[in-house]
């Protein structure tokens, strides 16, 4: 019997709020279930669709995530090679006790796949572990596209957290998004709202310069 672990991420571009990388594990024999469950990229998905398919995911199949707040962004230099550690971290969990085969398949977040699966791979504690990473894998493999949905859900629930106790509504968290701009530009410097905001951003990096300048 072999097990295929699939695992992608949510939130990796917005300025507010964290990324999140989820990872789920199948028998490889039952990835076709997943297709006929409706699993598809997550960004192909309408929210009701999507949360009812994460809430029935998470039910029937082992799955992991790694929450990556704004601070450990900022402070890392390199959010691929962040974001490596993080798939890591969820192989070694998904894979802990399994003694069979176990294919990886990863959506990959850097244009030099084979140097990014190389790292991902030192950081994998079983070398047995086949670690395959792609672009476009949320979309050409069902147990990815699985892995996309539960990512986005956990980071929808992080984002209404945060509105919720900061009792504040910047809209999606994304640049290109006019309510997380205005918010952003009356906020970036209120330590109140530092915790959520992802500092090293160009978005936040321009207005603290455009500041510097006004003084």
């Not at 995530?65 to 971290?89: G, H, R, V």
């Not at 986005?152 to 997380?180: C, H, M, N």
Request: net charge positive.
């Amino acid at each position: 019997m072999t097990y295929l672990i699939g695992i992608d991420d949510a939130g990796r571009g917005p300025v507010i709020g964290p990324m999140i990388l989820a990872g789920i594990l199948i028998k490889k024999e039952d990835e076709h279930k997943l297709k006929e469950m409706g699993a598809k990229d997550s960004k192909l998905l309408l929210p009701t669709k999507r949360k009812a398919l994460s809430l029935e995911i998470k039910k029937n199949y082992p799955y992991h995530a790694e929450i990556t707040y704004p601070s450990e962004i900022d402070a890392s230099d390199n959010l691929n090679n962040l974001e490596a550690i993080k798939a890591a971290m969820i192989i070694n969990k998904l894979a802990d006790k399994i003694k069979e085969d176990i294919e990886v398949i990863i959506d990959c977040p850097s244009v030099n796949i084979k140097a990014w699966n190389s790292f991902v791979e030192k950081l994998v504690i079983n070398k047995k572990i086949k670690v395959v990473s792609e672009h476009k894998a949320d979309f050409n493999h069902p147990s990815v596209s699985a892995a996309s949905i539960i990512a986005k859900e956990i980071r929808e629930d992080e984002v209404s957290k945060i509105k919720k106790e900061l009792q504040i509504d910047f809209g999606s968290g994304y640049p290109a998004d006019p309510r997380t701009i205005d918010f952003i530009t009356k906020n970036f410097d209120n330590e109140k709202f530092s915790g959520i905001i992802r500092h090293s951003w160009g978005t936040v990096k321009k207005l603290k310069n455009n500041q510097k300048k006004l003084f």
